[in-house]
């Protein structure tokens, strides 16, 4: 979630962590306030969800014991902050395992995600012992991560699946497949429709399914945008860290102007500034990591070595260019061109959604626990919260880089297109070969006589 | 929704029309008695919503007056019965109309259907003075649908979307677009959000979606079928209404053994003779309109008439082929082999699915409208209830023959293969005609000086 908040009085700290937690004493008791005016149309609704999800405390005894003699406030801060290393650093980790253990990664977060929404909604309709859900919510998580996972194995993993027998069968009916299994989990539900809890069932029906299009269509995405190359996953999601983080500096130094009511915290001045600086910080992340192959390369899998390789003729938005300035900024900076990956000035796109249409998805989250009265999605994380706190705006930013890359940066895939060409029938790949033949000869790209 | 009631008593009719409004009396008793033992629960959820939406009667005033001696409950088999031959006749009028035509009736009930659910989910939450959100929900309708629409215009118009210049672009750039325009929608949609409305809000933005996830990405599935030939849009919708006539006539004649605690009037008999007719229909049906080009030939845009086409070549499942029986068939029959069309077998399976799987989905729409104490969907055509009533097991139909096109008839098209080809890089473009080249000539389908 993006922190733009003003500067609390005497509230004087530089840690630069990115969670609201340290103000949530504030929060909470306007939210304290708000359940009065809310009780007429609640009542409606569920007024008594049990209040809190994060009711354990999860930080380690070691840093329990070290920050033993400080007060809470300056304790929670020094948990918050030593967490926030530990994630930043445990994500440059990641990073150097290569995407083998990154898929594994967003998998894992996906699922934890998963169910830390889909148990709010057991607590929000208190639906304990509703018969079968608790399984069929799960067996839908892995039905629609079957289908995903198998989309991208056959796209991406086409060279194995060709060599192995069983493989082949599940890529030709994959579609099938998933629906059925799909389909068996539908049935399921209705078979256990009973008549004392029909209208709870069918909620958390609705629930589960908005979970997952929220949490598993868009972790899917990252996975995608990971295939296309390292750089698509590393800098926007550096990007977003980077906006919470210079979002919430500007904020506490500048922020006098209130943004929006939904986080009385959150201030114009910490929403502009951070812009400023994560643009920054964006286009010198992208010359950084333009200059290496490990990151721009497509991540492909080599069937020699059975493994996932990153190496490739660099494409040419990673290929330095001469970019001549206009003429205002060269009469000001006596500069008559710049030097730049194209990818740099694609930065300056992702940055500018990261930090003026990402928040959005902070400020949804938020409204969400707003809505449900609960103060962290989890408890996951010692002083963070739950583990879908992290990650609200990294979620529509996958989307955004989904077709951000598929309008902007890719054309049709040359493999992919050869290997659909090799599934058609003989004689319409005769067809296609004289069609490509003449077409080819008239644009004066082969020989007549070839 | 299918019909495999047990035969009420001295309930003599042989209407056989598909709706079970006529047995509502009998239901709605046991749903009051239900409401008690529900109250415990409803306590949390919304006890008191308002109890019918089918509340004005849009009977033709000429019908009424014809029917005006008889008593209540004939009067009603027979409005049923008039409004249910009349449908199956436009049905008939529709498809001679060719597809373009369907392809906005297929877009009208799809409109109708969101209309009627999100009506329901007003009334759930009583959400009548929401800020926003009557037009934010009609606003998302939109998005998708530019969504879907769009991919199908680019998909099977590509001739004319390359002659247009404005029209290349909106293609070029279709997701990007598709995506603001929802982000747009999602951004509204928080702006819009109310301290004293939170929860209702959050509720009615998970309504809306799961609506637009099972009405308007199917709807769009339809039309997908319809593409592929009329009789993919045909037969399905053909089978599952015969289905819901066979299956109430077999439970109305030979009902005895309850099927499903949901529905109490179904009956094992009507489920089974039901399957057991319809499989004969299915396959006569098939068998007749296989042997014509307007319905088995893919629609295909015709860049010069500006217009669709449905001529070709029919494919191999439209073509009669021989079919040697097995030997204990021969030896009951004295027939070595049949003739037969082989999509008259894909008929088989067609109609299993509609009539062992299809019925869920009217088990689900049941569950649905007993969860929120409703009598139907609305009250669109008289005596039926509304559009969404009719059309619940249809949905489920067509992802059923999207997947089944998908898996086990279609390959990919040659003529979208060719288009992704033509869209390469000139050089990558080369590469594959080599690759191609050679591939063909070692398979000995050019000859090797070619």
């Known amino acids: 979630m993006t922190e733009l908040r003003r500067r609390g009085a005497g509230d004087v700290d530089s840690t630069d ?93 996906q699922i934890k995600c998963f169910q830390e929404i889909i148990t709010i909604g057991y607590r929000v309709y ?7 859900f608790r399984t069929l919510s799960w067996y ?14 056959a796209d991406y993993f086409g060279a194995l699946v060709q060599k192995e027998e069983p493989l082949q069968f599940l890529a030709r009916y994959h579609r099938f497949i998933s629906f059925a299994l799909y389909l068996a989990g539908f049935c399921m539900f209705v078979l256990s429709l009973v008549k004392k809890h029909y209208r709870l069932q069918f909620y958390m029906f609705g629930w589960t399914h908005v979970t997952l299009l929220i949490v598993v269509t868009q972790s899917h995405l990252v996975i995608q945008n990971l295939f296309e190359g390292m750089i698509w996953f590393i800098v926007p999601i550096s990007i977003v860290i980077s906006n919470d983080i210079f979002a919430y500096l500007c904020g506490f130094f500048f922020g006098r102007t209130p943004l929006i009511k939904l986080s009385p915290k959150k201030t114009w001045e910490g929403f502009i500034g951070g812009f400023f600086f994560t643009v920054i910080f964006g286009f010198i992340l992208a010359y950084l990591l333009s200059q290496f192959q490990y990151f721009v390369c497509p991540v492909e899998f080599n069937s020699e070595t059975n493994g996932f390789s990153v190496e490739c003729e660099p494409s040419d938005i990673f ?35 990261a930090s003026l249409i990402g928040p959005f998805g902070g400020f949804f989250a938020s409204g969400f626990k707003r809505a449900f009265k609960i103060k962290d ?72 006589t070839e």
């Open 319 to 353: 290929v330095m260019q001469q970019y001549t300035l206009p003429s205002v900024v060269q009469s000001t900076l006596k500069w008559k061109s710049v030097n730049l990956y194209p990818y740099q000035i694609h930065s300056i796109f992702i940055s500018s959604f």
């Open 17 to 109: 962590n990115t969670s609201d937690k340290e103000n949530y004493g504030d929060d909470r008791l306007s939210l304290q306030g708000d359940v009065d005016g809310e009780c007429d149309l609640d009542a409606k609704g569920d007024t008594d969800v049990p209040p809190s999800t994060a009711d354990t405390d999860n930080t380690p005894q070691c840093l329990n014991k070290a920050l033993e003699g400080l007060p809470p406030r300056w304790k929670n801060y020094w948990i918050r902050g030593v967490l926030s290393i530990a994630m930043i650093t445990s994500f440059f980790f990641m990073i150097s395992m290569g995407p083998v253990a990154l898929i594994f990664v967003v998998m894992t977060i």
């Open 377 to 448: 999605f989890a408890s996951t994380i010692p002083g963070h919260g739950g583990i879908m706190d992290r990650f609200d705006c990294q979620y529509l930013m996958a989307t955004f880089i989904h077709v951000y890359i598929g309008s902007f940066i890719r054309g049709p895939n040359p493999t992919k297109v050869l290997q659909q060409l090799m599934t058609l029938q003989p004689e319409q790949q005769l067809a296609i070969f004289h069609t490509l033949h003449s077409n080819l000869r008239e644009r004066g790209l082969i020989a007549p």
């Open 140 to 153: 839908f998580l892995i039905c629609v991560n079957y289908f995903f996972y198998g989309e991208t194995l």
């Open 126 to 132: 208190r639906s304990y012992e509703l018969p079968w």
